[in-house]
């Protein structure tokens, strides 16, 4: 049988048990983590949180579908037309690319398998192995169109020099 990548509805605040529990049962897993900003009395503080709320991408045959409903901490499936939702490869690994690679990552909702692409957006649009990211003011963006987001992180000018992207790399800010 073909693995596909799954997105499963958890319990809230659940992903990491969710993820954990599965991994006990040679599922392979993904929770894309990111680092965000919170603000407590006194100072800030710097959490690790999942970026998708209450979701996690399990990779699993169509049979192992049925074990994931019964586990603990998982409510259901994601479905779209009637039928579990099935997640690109190419968008898990933009995914993961985009987690490792920047930090002021914020979701952006998006209409679901929309054909419209990034190149409506006023800035400068590449394309890198296949995915397609904008860059603006300071902003990369790739488009995620099975799950209905873009992936938007906000970049300080040092860090967008440094990439191992040729065409990244010869972008420049204006300076006010």
């Not at 596909?4 to 983590?33: C, F, G, H, I």
């Not at 799950?147 to 191992?164: K, M, Q, W």
């Amino acid at each position: 049988m073909q693995k596909n990548w799954y997105a499963v509805y958890t319990k809230p605040q659940a992903e990491k048990k969710v993820a954990a529990s599965l991994t006990k049962k040679k599922l392979d897993v993904l929770v894309p983590m990111v680092y965000t900003k919170t603000k407590t009395f006194r100072k800030n503080k710097f959490v690790f949180e999942p970026l998708f709320k209450s979701i996690v991408f399990v990779y699993a045959t169509q049979a192992e579908t049925q074990v994931l409903k019964g586990t603990s901490g998982i409510i259901n499936l994601l479905y779209w037309l009637g039928k579990p939702a099935v997640i690109d490869a190419s968008e898990i690994s933009a995914i993961k690319e985009f987690t490792e690679n920047y930090r002021n990552i914020r979701l952006e909702p998006t209409s679901v398998n929309n054909e419209e692409e990034v190149n409506n957006y006023n800035g400068s649009s590449i394309s890198i192995e296949g995915k397609l990211y904008a860059v603006k003011n300071k902003t990369v963006k790739v488009k995620l169109p099975s799950l209905g987001y873009y992936l938007t992180a906000e970049l300080e000018e040092e860090s967008i020099f440094v990439r191992e992207i040729p065409a990244v790399q010869n972008y420049r800010f204006a300076h006010s």
